[in-house]
């Protein structure tokens, strides 16, 4: 928050802000966290993500990490070190995390059309 107060430069900010978030979910992911729930805490990225870098940056940002924690999940399922996610588990995730995806999709682009709609009704007055 000084970074911004000091820059006035937000789209450094929100990357910064995203950035930070991604790598925190990541090693969730890869960690496990208390009794494997790590890839849980990733249903939280589409909303900020969304938000502070919009539609299209924010939905490559939700597609890039999906894409890469599913492979992440796949290839290193095997290993020692990696928490040992059933399918199951996995399914649930993905399909989770895509229905929270689409649905911050679905409610930026409402709030986008309705602040256009809103500008438009209350410009001309």
């Keep these: ?16 802000i995203i950035a930070m978030l991604v790598v925190a979910m990541y090693f969730l992911l890869v960690v496990g966290g208390s009794a494997n729930i790590g890839p849980v805490y990733s249903v939280l990225l589409p909303l900020p993500a969304l938000y502070l870098m919009g539609k299209r940056n924010g939905g490559i940002i939700i597609v890039a990490y999906f894409v890469i924690s599913l492979v992440t999940i796949l290839t290193l399922r095997n290993t020692s070190w990696f928490p040992d996610y059933n399918y199951s588990y996995i399914a649930r995730f993905s399909v989770i995390y895509i229905v ?26």
């Design 1 to 16: 928050l000084m970074l911004l107060k000091w820059k006035k430069n937000y789209l450094l900010v929100s990357r910064l």
């Design 100 to 125: 929270i995806s689409v649905l911050a999709l679905l409610y930026q682009d409402l709030a986008d059309r309705y602040q256009h709609d809103a500008t438009l009704f209350f410009g001309s007055c």
